[in-house]
């Protein structure tokens, strides 16, 4: 992970961050997180993340995480 494309991190959960961030600025603001393995994934899910994007998986990674997915985020 890079610091432009954090991921998930071992701080806070990331539904606490989006409260914060909700709270601090009064507004619902899409979550989005990029995931590199299928643990995050099931993170980001758990979590309630609008948008996982999927970086440098295989195709049978992908598949097993749109499975994962099934349709709670983009």
Do not use: F, W, Y
């Amino acid at each position: 992970n890079t610091p432009c494309h954090p991921g998930l991190d071992p701080g806070p959960n990331q539904s606490e961050k989006r409260s914060r961030v909700s709270a601090r600025n009064d507004i619902q603001l899409p979550i989005e997180i990029e995931c590199d393995n299928l643990s995050q994934v099931k993170e980001a899910v758990e979590t309630g993340a609008d948008i996982i994007m999927l970086d440098n998986m295989s195709i049978a990674d992908i598949k097993k995480a749109v499975n994962i997915v099934k349709g709670r985020a983009l």
